[in-house]
């Protein structure tokens, strides 16, 4: 039989606060064993939570990202549950009340996927196994960074809709400067709900989590893998068991989690420890008023204002920093599909050759804007332009000081342009008769010889005219 | 009902070793206290459930992080320590 | 001796801190044996503390606290001092950070003479479930202290400190005061920092006060009390103060007395003591009105459902793995912490977190912990319908004295309806302070409990002393 799947996602992102969200241990990836821990988020006795403004607002801006509506009221509970990595042997989290609920995001294709809710929530800790000793060894480092979690409705039908649903999610994220959104570091951590039902059937099946998912390659690879174990089970007239599976990126499968509890009775009741939290209406527009523009906002006005490919445009919003700088160029000299061009192939070039980011950039949007207006004014040549550009990225500087000091300053000296012509004629007589008996082939030829004579500073325009004119 | 499947369940929930005997005396306790709570189930469910008062948004702590204790002080109560790390017997 | 003549004493020089401090350390080698009320005696850093105090003094620096010896309860984390819940489970938990009750009396000068017994956990009415042993009442030795703050009741009644810090988080500061013949105070939940008090039950759980009066209860609180950045449930509603009032005129102070209290299940000599005290009362001019609290029948039931499925939660931490008692048994995870809280727990703890537990899984969450909370909103709601009618509430502490140790304690049904008068005040985070009202007929204290409106202390404390004053207390004689 065919079927189809169904799957949903729960997304952890962790957020891009300074302190972690229950405590003033600093929020920072990696780190010494248990070395940005304090009594409070090591599960201490007698110690309580406090809540960090700066969790709370990103969450509301990930809402916003992904257009759901925010609360104004908002609420915590525990989740108990007991694991060496969860000192206090209950997460805090939202169930109830969650900050945010009813987003979409609308993927390939048109489809809206719809977000059921995103909650704050504590990240736990890490453990390193000791196969040797035959022990787990805890670091709290972890515990406590704040996270959301985003949990969509089972409106995925494809792979490509949860990869493109996934790609957007993490570009939003990043733009409102809510999480990193680095999957294979676990800043961003994507669980997938998947379960198969026969094609045509509206009554879903039974499903799988699957976790361990660290690109959007595996997130494909899981789909499909299970997609297929699914179907085999159900065609040999079994049944699908709802369980907890880890994806082995090196065997491209999916293993049941061994567990020893039953199903798991979390008990969640609402944290007595942290108040609810209110948000006004004039927070909330505070708050808002940070937000960037969305890449999706970013790639309707380069494609319908700007006139850009869609292509071109796509590459552009695929990172901000990259995003940004172009919109800061164009704003000084609106050459759109210039200043594109050369972005997205000399600058792209230089970045890859030299492996590093924008944020590395010598020179300055301004920089880039004048290089290409003295190209579109004729003062330099186009491939002088891509040439500064080049300089500029190894050795920074200012693109008229460049222009000048390389001698890329395009003459418009017609005296010495006149006796560059003449002394081409004089030894090129046969192709100058050539051109004349109606071979404009020729002309090219010419062309090429004058700009020659005439060195760097050649202006091509000014050479085409003035041939042009003498070969009349 | 409360009998001892429902003991092992709630030991199992609580992670307490119960023996055999023990669990026995447990549930014979748990009988007479579960009996005495159950007066709160005859309550009208329709009224409200409490909650805390909320907090504003801008009464929370201010995102900014300070220096966190030193490993030693963390760790110095635990029975079992390796690489600055709390040892447990290994988990899946 | 009051608090406030010991500091006359200390500033007039009558007596160093530090003469002071060696005094009570003498006093409790020479009779705490007899009673158990210490689990940890700080005798060497009291003596430093004392030393300090004494120092600020003569340089002209004390204040109120300087070189005042006080106990705290063992649940209240103290820097580098063992920290034990009365448990096997902390027999050796040394915290690494002091609780904000404790940093504001070391701050203000206080001498911290040690760490009292209680209840394990604070877990109990009797102070017989301490992992260290029980603790004995002062008035007869062979009787319970009530618990849970049964060490720091003692330890007062006893005269081994000047004033104690407990816990009360359904009458374990109140019940005890009330048995050992002293006064006890529950502040308004969010007066006191719960930063530092290892959690029983969190929207429960108060800091409060045992002392030999109602004034050295306000005493302590003004040292004690006020919002704290590091407890989200503390609040900025407490004024501080709380002896101003004191000495003031009561008689234009409505008293409600709700009838509920006095029905079924109080012992005679309680019901005639406190009945005295409201008599006393109306003659001073006090209006006395009848009030009723309906939903009391409700309330041992939402107590013990809240009150243990947060202790479920809370003590879930204790694990063996970071800090506690670490069992030698356990072959893998599961087994390891199974074991541990198995050997570390005692048996009333381990019902509490089995009832918790009962609460809040899947099943019964409706039923019996949604619908308690249910009934903690409608206590809420008839307290304050009765505070429309009246300034303070007059009930009996407990239905009984201080039983025979082994008596009731072993029967937890009958152990938890005990707590019937003490335990709405923490369902709706009020104010109450319990002090003796009479003795029963083996000499026993008998406790009448005060209650007031939220953050409203200063009156209860201006009530509680006026009735104080007229009252003759006996001396406990060990």
């Known amino acids: 039989m065919r079927y189809v799947p169904v799957v949903g996602l729960e997304i952890h992102c962790e957020l891009l606060t300074n302190s972690k969200v229950f405590c003033t241990c600093q929020n920072e990836f990696g780190g010494s064993e248990n070395t940005r821990v304090c009594p409070r988020c090591s599960g201490m006795p007698g110690t309580l939570p406090l809540l960090n403004r700066g969790a709370v607002r990103l969450a509301a801006k990930a809402g916003y990202a992904l257009g759901c509506t925010v609360h104004g009221y908002s609420a915590f509970d525990r989740k108990n549950y007991f694991y060496p990595d969860l000192p206090k042997a209950y997460q805090i989290t939202q169930f109830d009340s969650p900050i945010c609920t009813d987003g979409h995001v609308t993927v390939t294709g048109g489809k809206d996927i719809r977000i059921n809710r995103i909650h704050i929530e504590e990240d736990a800790g890490k453990l390193v196994h000791d196969d040797y000793e035959g022990v787990s060894m805890a670091d709290y480092n972890r515990c406590g960074v704040p996270l959301i979690e985003i949990v969509t409705e089972p409106d995925f039908r494809t792979v490509e809709e949860v990869q493109d649903f996934v790609e957007q999610v993490a570009l939003r994220l990043k733009y409102a400067g809510v999480c990193d959104a680095r999957m294979e570091q676990g800043s961003m951590r994507v669980d997938v709900n998947i379960s198969i039902m026969p094609e045509g059937s509206d009554t879903f099946g039974t499903r799988a989590e699957l976790k361990n998912l660290n690109s959007l390659k595996a997130i494909g690879r899981a789909i499909e893998y299970e997609i297929q174990r699914q179907s085999e089970i159900l065609d040999a007239g079994g049944e699908v068991v709802q369980e907890t599976r880890r994806y082995n990126d090196n065997h491209g499968d999916t293993k049941a989690l061994r567990s020893k509890e039953e199903a798991h009775d979390y008990r969640y009741f609402p944290e007595p420890d942290i108040p609810p939290v209110r948000l006004t209406d004039g927070e909330m527009d505070e708050i808002r008023s940070e937000m960037p523009e969305m890449p999706q906002e970013r790639f309707k006005r380069y494609t319908e204002v700007y006139k850009l490919p869609a292509e071109d445009a796509g590459l552009i919003i695929a990172d901000k920093a990259f995003s940004d700088f172009y919109d800061a160029a164009v704003a000084i000299n609106p050459d759109y599909k210039q200043i594109s061009n050369l972005m997205l192939v000399e600058l792209n070039r230089n970045l890859n050759e030299a492996e590093t980011g924008m944020e590395d950039l010598k020179f300055t949007p301004e920089d880039l804007a004048n290089t290409v207006k003295m190209a579109s004014d004729g003062v330099i040549s186009k491939n002088a332009a891509k040439e500064i550009v080049s300089i500029m990225f190894a050795e920074g500087g200012k693109p008229e000081d460049i222009a000048k000091k390389r001698g890329f300053i395009m003459s418009s000296d017609t005296s010495e342009l006149d006796a560059a012509i003449d002394k081409v004629f004089a030894e090129n007589v046969d192709s100058v008769e050539s051109y004349k008996n109606g071979n404009e082939k020729v002309f090219g030829f010419l062309m090429g010889q004058v700009i020659r004579a005439l060195g760097k500073g050649a202006n091509p325009k000014l050479a085409k005219d003035a041939l042009t004119e003498k070969l009349k | 009902m409360v009998n001892e499947e429902l003991t092992r369940h709630l030991a199992e929930l609580s992670k307490i070793e119960f023996t055999d005997d023990e669990c026995a005396a447990m549930t014979k306790d748990m009988e007479s206290i579960i009996a005495l709570m159950d007066k709160v189930c005859e309550f009208d469910s329709s009224k409200k459930a409490y909650a805390l008062d909320a907090v504003g948004y801008g009464d929370l702590r201010a995102d900014e992080y300070k220096n966190s204790y030193p490993t030693e002080k963390i760790t110095s109560n635990a029975k079992n320590v390796k690489n600055n790390s709390f040892v447990v017997p290994k988990v899946v | 001796m009051s608090l406030a003549d010991i500091r006359k004493k200390l500033d007039r020089k009558e007596i160093s801190a530090v003469e002071l401090t060696e005094e009570y350390l003498r006093k409790i080698e020479e009779t705490d044996g007899k009673i158990n009320s210490y689990i940890t005696v700080c005798a060497d850093t009291a003596i430093e503390d004392a030393k300090r105090a004494q120092e600020a003094i003569d340089e002209g620096r004390g204040g109120a606290f300087t070189g005042l010896p006080v106990s705290v309860k063992d649940n209240i984390c103290t820097d580098g001092v063992k920290t034990t819940c009365a448990s096997r489970m902390l027999e050796d938990f040394v915290p690494p950070y002091d609780a904000t009750a404790v940093t504001k009396l070391k701050g203000a000068g206080a001498v911290i003479l040690g760490k009292t017994n209680m209840d394990e956990f604070a877990m109990g009415g009797s102070s017989q479930t301490s992992y260290f042993g029980g603790v004995k009442n002062p008035y007869d030795t062979t009787r319970v202290t009530g618990g849970s703050s049964g060490g720091a009741a003692a330890s007062v009644a006893a005269g081994l400190c000047a004033a104690a810090l407990g816990s009360d988080t359904g009458g374990s500061v109140r019940q005890p005061a009330a048995f050992c013949g002293v006064t006890g105070l529950k502040p308004t939940y969010g007066a006191v920092s719960r930063w530092g008090l290892i959690a029983f039950a969190s929207s429960l759980d108060q800091i409060g006060v045992v002392a030999e009066s109602a004034e050295d209860a306000g005493y302590i609180l003004n040292g004690i009390y006020g919002f704290d950045e590091n407890d989200a449930t503390s609040s900025k509603l407490a004024t501080g103060g709380y002896t101003e009032k004191v000495g003031a005129y009561v008689s234009n102070i409505r008293i409600g007395v709700p009838k509920e209290f006095f029905a079924d299940g109080i012992d005679d000599e309680v019901k005639t003591a406190v009945l005295k005290a409201v008599d006393y009362y109306k003659s001073l001019g006090c209006e006395i009105t009848d009030v009723s609290l309906p939903s009391l029948e409700y309330a041992v039931s939402a107590y013990y459902l809240i009150s243990s499925a947060e202790a479920a939660s809370n003590l879930s931490r204790f694990d063996g793995i970071k800090y506690g008692y670490r069992s030698g048994l356990g072959e893998d995870y ?127 404390i201006l009530v509680c002393d006026r009735f104080e004053k007229d009252f003759e207390r006996k001396e406990a004689v060990l």
């Open chain 3, 334 to 460: 599961s087994d390891l912490i199974k074991n541990s809280r198995r050997e570390g727990f005692g048996n009333e703890v381990k019902r509490r977190i089995m009832l918790g537990n009962y609460a809040l899984c899947s099943g019964y969450y409706d039923a019996y912990y949604k619908n308690a909370t249910r009934i903690r909103t409608q206590i809420r709601r008839e307290y304050a319908d009765i505070f429309e009618k009246c300034d303070v509430i007059l009930t009996p502490t407990a239905p009984t004295t201080a039983y025979k140790i082994g008596e009731q304690e072993n029967d937890p049904v009958k152990m938890y309806l005990a707590d019937i008068y003490t335990v709405t005040v923490n369902i709706a985070g009020l104010p109450a302070i319990s002090t003796t009202c009479g003795y029963d007929k083996n000499g026993m204290p008998i406790g009448m409990s005060l209650i007031g409106r939220a953050f409203d202390e200063k009156t209860i």
